[in-house]
């Protein structure tokens, strides 16, 4: 967009930089006579009445919260997001302990008033957390976040929609193990109710571990159909017929794990070591970049048990070091590893864009 453009009563100044959803611009509003910022979704965004609808749902959620730690939303003109226009610099350190303190306060406090309205922010990170000239720490680009309020039933088929469907593996009359989704009714969150399992594929081998990605769109699993286990990831749901599966691992991977935080994917190699591929998608195009070996030492694999896995913060990970062997060779000393600066070692050793 250029400047002078106008969306609604709202004129374009200039552009500030990319949100969650799509590109942010300074505007003014012609009405009011303030500045405002306006965060510009996709075309094919914007285009789609279903996934529209929905957004607009979740916006008049999320316009609803007036805190002081939180940029306010004011509406949506036009497919854009019309948002308070917050003065300051991003979150940056190091800074003085009291400071440190004071600005966990303000965002503890903003995080804590959305989600006593049921929405859950989902993108908090320091591009995200602004502090004003005064010090004022304001929560922004909640775009992404995800209102968990006046959702629908779902059973059947319908479940797909939302995401609210499990993935598991069983074996086959005629195939090895296959993967299946379960759809679920979460309607009564304490009880939730399974539909009808659906078979999502099966080969003559054994397909197994299956994961869905954080969005839902992708589903990551474990395959011995070559002869030898690998990690792959399919398109959901229509890699059900076979489109679009993409080879993560190299020499062989099983137990995939999806990164919360990053656009990253683990599994374990068959010696044992947790590796990690960062991945770039390109419309429904699923693109690994090259493994990286994450853990100095390997884990204990044990049957068909996840070795390891991350919190749901997606900022810890705990992990089965595999047992020292003693000079008898006796294995002794099984410990257990525990990451609690995950994501700071997930940004050091995954670098930004995530190349091949």
């Keep these: 967009m250029s400047p002078e453009q106008i969306i609604a009563h709202y004129r374009i100044v200039s552009k500030l930089g990319e949100g969650g959803m799509g590109a942010v611009y300074r505007a003014t509003d012609t009405k009011l006579g303030r500045d405002v910022a306006i ?32 940029a306010q939303i004011y509406g949506i003109e036009q497919g854009a997001l019309i948002m308070e226009l917050v003065e300051g610099a991003d979150l940056a350190g190091p800074v003085p302990l009291e400071t440190a ?19 859950v922010h989902r993108d ?14 304001k929560l922004l680009d909640f775009g992404l976040a995800k209102a968990q309020e006046d959702e629908p039933a779902n059973t059947g088929k319908n479940a797909r929609a939302t995401g609210r469907r499990l993935a598991f ?13 379960l759809p679920l009714d979460t309607t009564d ?29 992708w589903l990551a699993y474990s395959s011995d159909e070559s002869g030898r286990y690998q990690v792959f990831v399919r398109p959901f749901p229509e890699g059900a017929k076979g489109g679009g ?29 947790i590796m990690v591929v960062p991945y770039t998608i390109n419309g429904r195009n699923f693109e690994p970049g090259k493994p990286r070996q994450w853990t100095g030492s390997p884990i204990r694999m044990t049957g068909n048990v996840p070795p390891y ?3 749901p913060d997606g900022r810890r990970l705990v992990g089965f070091p595999a047992p020292e062997v003693s000079a008898g060779g006796e294995k002794v000393n099984l410990h257990m590893t525990f990451l609690p600066n995950f994501f700071d070692e997930l940004k050091r050793r995954v670098p930004v864009g995530g190349g091949k």
């Design 309 to 311: 896995d991350l919190g």
């Design 189 to 217: 969150a304490e009880h939730p109710r399974a539909g009808t399992p659906e078979l999502f594929f099966a080969t003559k081998g054994n397909d197994m571990e299956p994961a869905f990605s954080p969005d839902g769109q």
């Design 39 to 70: 965060e510009v979704l996709p075309e094919a965004f914007a285009q789609d009445a279903g996934r529209m609808a929905r957004f607009e749902r979740e916006a008049q959620v999320l316009a609803s919260l007036n805190h002081p730690n939180i």
């Design 124 to 137: 908090l990170k320091p591009a995200n957390i602004k502090v004003t000239p005064d010090r004022v720490v």
């Design 101 to 119: 303190i004071e600005y966990a306060r303000q965002i503890a406090a903003g995080l804590e008033a959305a989600h006593e309205k049921g929405i």
């Design 169 to 181: 593996h069983q074996s086959g009359a005629n195939t090895g193990r296959d993967l299946w989704i």
């Design 245 to 273: 599966q993409a080879q993560v691992s190299t020499t062989s991977g099983t137990f995939p794990v999806w990164s919360r935080t990053a656009k990253a994917i683990f599994y374990v190699a068959n010696d044992g070591h």
